[in-house]
């Protein structure tokens, strides 16, 4: 995936709610999360840079973090999603397809699509 | 061997960088960044990481300074609230310090502003020739308002005055001596603060009276001052040598400074004949 400043900001844009999502599932721990947004591919211009944005997340109420001492294990901070999260990211899945769905159009009109085939 | 990454050295230097680039934000946010950093370092390298793996990982973690502009947010904060994020971080004990330095400050802004502004001696209590060769001939006018005594000027001998002095002041003024840089001083001049009995009220001296330079005025009292000097002016007949005010150099609580103390009379020598200069008695 490309690296100009518009991708960029595509991404940051989009990777609150890949988090969010990530978190819907279950609570996951930092390194976990960025293991997985790095296994999705082209989500993170670095791995650094999904704390500073958990950070923001827990401030705007979207998720919440704990500690966790499991036996056996070292103790990990896990995040969860919050209800507000929830909420904001089901919005998200509703303008994201829609929004996904008027770029294409506009990125491979009909019959161009067709032609690049 | 390190008991865990964090012991590194290239995991070290970066944490530092980290704590660098972050000083502009929120303490506690800064602390919650580097918190996270390193548990992912932690568990993401083992302890035994060669510098080949750390540097990997450190690259894949990003530079710490676009880590705190991530942290920072879009865009720059203003300055104001860098500033006052840089002054959070200030620890306590600083205030403390700069608060007792400013407290200690004022205190003494204050209390050398009383000093200087504090009320000046004021001539108070008795006026009287010291000698008695010169009271028996002083001679008492008064014109316009003005009081005067008068003696005849004694040339080449010791001639002068005892006044009271009132320190009306809440603080203890220390007398001198007289401010060398007045005008007319060309005199021989002697001058002592009288305490004792009788002296402590300004009102008379005695031969117990203890004189001396400096001469301490406690607050709202009075003591003597005298004052003598050597005549040498001569002034022909008709002249006079006339002294209205002296002026002092004072010390109040650690302040010297010069008051003009004012004499209530004016103390005069009269001139005699130019060929009794050096000849009277």
């Known amino acids: 995936m490309g690296s100009d400043p518009g991708m960029t900001e595509l991404r940051r844009g989009v990777l609150g709610p890949c988090v969010l999502a990530l978190l819907e599932v279950r609570p996951?721990?930092?390194?976990?999360?960025?293991?997985?947004?790095?296994?999705?591919?082209?989500?993170?211009?670095?791995?650094?840079?999904?704390?500073?944005?958990?950070?923001?997340?827990?401030?705007?109420?979207?998720?919440?973090?704990?500690?966790?001492?499991?036996?056996?294990?070292?103790?990990?901070?896990?995040?969860?999603i919050t209800d507000d999260g929830r909420k904001q990211l089901a919005a998200f899945r509703a303008d994201w397809t829609e929004f996904a769905a008027t770029v294409r159009g506009v990125l491979y009109p009909a019959g161009e699509e067709g032609r690049r085939r | 061997m390190n008991e865990t990454v964090l012991e590194h050295p290239l995991v070290r230097d970066y944490l530092r960088a980290l704590d660098s680039a972050c000083a502009g934000l929120p303490a506690a946010q800064a602390r919650e960044l580097r918190e996270q950093i390193a548990a992912h370092l932690d568990e993401a390298l083992p302890p035994s990481a060669a510098d080949d793996e750390v540097c990997a990982e450190l690259t894949r973690l990003g530079t710490p300074g676009a880590l705190a502009a991530e942290a920072a947010g879009p865009g720059s904060r203003p300055a104001v609230?860098?500033?006052?994020?840089?002054?959070?971080?200030?620890?306590?004990?600083?205030?403390?310090?700069?608060?007792?330095?400013?407290?200690?400050?004022?205190?003494?802004?204050?209390?050398?502003?009383?000093?200087?502004?504090?009320?000046?001696?004021?001539?108070?209590?008795?006026?009287?020739?010291?000698?008695?060769?010169d009271r028996a001939r002083e001679v008492d006018t008064t014109a316009a308002g003005v009081y005067q005594t008068t003696v005849p000027e004694r040339y080449g001998q010791w001639q002068g005055f005892v006044v009271g002095v009132e320190n009306?002041?809440?603080?203890?003024?220390?007398?001198?001596?007289?401010?060398?840089?007045?005008?007319?001083?060309?005199?021989?001049?002697?001058?002592?603060?009288?305490?004792?009995?009788?002296?402590?009220?300004?009102?008379?001296?005695?031969?117990?009276?203890?004189?001396?330079?400096?001469?301490?005025?406690?607050?709202?009292?009075?003591?003597?001052?005298?004052?003598?000097?050597?005549?040498?002016?001569?002034?022909?007949?008709?002249?006079?040598?006339?002294?209205?005010?002296?002026?002092?150099?004072?010390?109040?609580?650690?302040?010297?400074?010069?008051?003009?103390?004012?004499?209530?009379?004016?103390?005069?020598?009269?001139?005699?004949?130019?060929?009794?200069?050096?000849?009277?008695?």
């Open chain 1, 28 to 80: 996951r721990f930092g390194l976990e999360l960025v293991r997985e947004l790095d296994a999705a591919g082209g989500l993170l211009t670095s791995d650094g840079t999904v704390y500073p944005l958990l950070n923001r997340l827990r401030d705007a109420g979207l998720v919440t973090s704990e500690w966790r001492d499991a036996e056996g294990e070292r103790a990990r901070r896990y995040y969860f």
């Open chain 2, 81 to 133: 609230r860098r500033l006052l994020s840089r002054l959070s971080r200030v620890r306590w004990w600083v205030w403390t310090l700069i608060a007792a330095i400013v407290a200690a400050a004022v205190t003494a802004a204050v209390f050398l502003s009383l000093m200087l502004t504090a009320e000046p001696l004021l001539q108070g209590g008795l006026s009287a020739w010291w000698f008695p060769q």
């Open chain 2, 168 to 281: 009306d002041s809440d603080w203890t003024q220390t007398i001198l001596g007289l401010d060398q840089n007045v005008e007319g001083m060309s005199m021989q001049w002697s001058l002592d603060v009288g305490s004792g009995l009788y002296a402590d009220e300004g009102g008379s001296w005695t031969s117990q009276t203890r004189w001396d330079l400096p001469g301490s005025i406690p607050p709202h009292s009075v003591r003597l001052l005298r004052v003598l000097w050597v005549s040498d002016v001569c002034d022909g007949p008709g002249g006079q040598t006339i002294i209205t005010d002296l002026s002092l150099r004072v010390r109040v609580g650690i302040v010297a400074r010069t008051e003009n103390l004012q004499l209530g009379l004016a103390w005069a020598l009269q001139g005699n004949k130019a060929s009794d200069c050096g000849q009277n008695g």
